[in-house]
């Protein structure tokens, strides 16, 4: 398996494995990735078995703390020198889970929001999996204002410094 960044030919698989993820009320359609990849590509970790994308994660930077929903919208809101990794999705198709594939994808950017200088990652994630971040040393900052899908989303922050804002 290797990980490698996003190109605007990787669309169609990065939308199918989002559906596949995610239900339709929560998940980034066709038109969003275009978006997203056209503006940052650099910012999609994709995960590859062979030839199958079995995962990925995406998201912009920006100087802003907190992960919105406007974010996932406005592609034009990502800001390359921002402080803040904001990471989207964690994305791994079902036969592929359990298997650390989620793991290598947070480890990649997590590495690379480092080498980049940034201050850390946010993320935002349902209740259950609150413990499964916390052990890449995110969090949890609580209930998130984001209302993305009719779903109640915890952030999560992993800071490098260890400071507080």
Not at 56 to 75: C, H, I, R, S, W
């Amino acid at each position: 398996m290797n990980i490698r960044k996003a190109t605007k030919d990787d669309l169609a698989a990065i939308t199918a494995v989002e559906a596949e993820c995610f239900p339709a009320a929560e998940a980034a359609d066709e038109k969003a990735f275009a978006d997203r990849l056209a503006v940052y590509p650099d910012y999609f970790w994709l995960l590859y078995d062979g030839e199958t994308l079995v995962g990925f994660v995406n998201g912009m930077v920006t100087d802003q703390p907190d992960l919105t929903d406007e974010m996932y919208e406005k592609a034009d809101m990502h800001n390359p020198e921002g402080k803040w990794q904001m990471i989207f999705g964690v994305n791994t198709i079902p036969s592929y889970r359990r298997k650390g594939c989620a793991a290598m994808l947070i480890e990649q950017a997590i590495r690379d929001a480092k080498a980049q200088d940034r201050e850390g990652l946010v993320l935002t994630c349902k209740d259950k999996l609150v413990h499964y971040y916390a052990k890449f040393g995110f969090v949890n900052e609580g209930v998130s204002e984001s209302v993305h899908g009719g779903v109640t989303w915890y952030q999560m922050r992993l800071r490098f410094d260890g400071n507080m804002e």
